[in-house]
């Protein structure tokens, strides 16, 4: 499965846009982008998911390159309730685990 | 509509001791996998469980071992514990699709 490389952490301010990066150099062709948050003390919630088009759902959207080897995980308008470490994890098919690097530990300010 | 339900929440065992930790998928998934995160780490795969059998497994030693049970709910069992199996065991659940439900987890902590 391929790596993902995400910067440990980013700050935000409340109201802004949080454009949160992930680098996937070696994804295959077959490899989703899946993008998790985790609150402290609480289990992993999904965000969203792409393969290579942009994503847009309630929580998000996603931008992956053309040529897929980054991403960006973009919240429009970041509240305080979007700290949270985020991660970016990339996946075989709808069987294949989900592995989990270090992510991002995103702090929204006021 | 119920989602992961993972029990008990904290829990305390002495080194040397066996664990058994539950886990109720959400309704309607069929597919259980279970991590372990480390404080300050991100969870780590350890096995995934589909039609009562193990399909996946990370890179955890025989210590750890699990099963599913027809109504699709799972344990995980750690025998031998060590000071560094304490940590949050995380359970996610899935059904064909391409996201994991999470539980809330369970705390362990080995003494």
């Known amino acids: 499965d391929a790596k993902t490389t995400q910067p440990p952490s980013m700050d935000c301010a409340e109201g802004r846009a949080a454009n949160l990066p992930c680098n996937h150099s070696?994804?295959?062709?077959?490899?989703?982008v899946y993008w998790y948050r985790q609150i402290h003390s609480q289990g992993p919630q999904y965000i969203i998911h792409?393969?290579?088009n942009n994503e847009t759902n309630e929580m998000a959207s996603l931008i992956i390159t053309e040529d897929r080897k980054s991403s960006t995980l973009i919240l429009p308008h970041a509240t305080l309730r979007d700290t949270a470490v985020y991660y970016c994890?990339?996946?075989?098919?709808?069987?294949?685990?989900?592995?989990f690097g270090a992510g991002t530990r995103l702090t929204v300010k006021p | 509509d119920a989602g992961v339900t993972q029990s008990p929440t904290h829990l305390i065992k002495t080194r040397g001791q066996q664990v058994t930790l539950r886990c109720s998928p959400k309704?309607?998934?069929?597919?259980v996998s279970w991590y372990q995160q480390a404080l300050g780490q991100g969870p780590q795969f350890i096995f995934q469980?589909?039609?009562?059998?193990?399909?996946q497994r990370g890179n955890f030693p025989d210590r750890f071992s699990g099963h599913q049970f027809p109504n699709y709910s799972s344990e995980l069992n750690v025998n031998a514990l060590l000071l560094g199996d304490s940590a949050l065991y995380l359970c996610?659940?899935?059904?064909?699709?391409?996201?994991?439900?999470f539980g809330s987890g369970t705390r362990l902590t080995v003494v």
């Open positions: 996610a659940s899935s059904l064909n699709d391409y996201g994991y439900t």
């Open positions: 070696t994804i295959s062709g077959n490899e989703y």
């Open positions: 792409g393969l290579k």
């Open positions: 994890i990339v996946r075989v098919g709808e069987n294949n685990d989900m592995r």
């Open positions: 309704s309607g998934h069929d597919t």
């Open positions: 469980y589909y039609e009562e059998e193990e399909r």
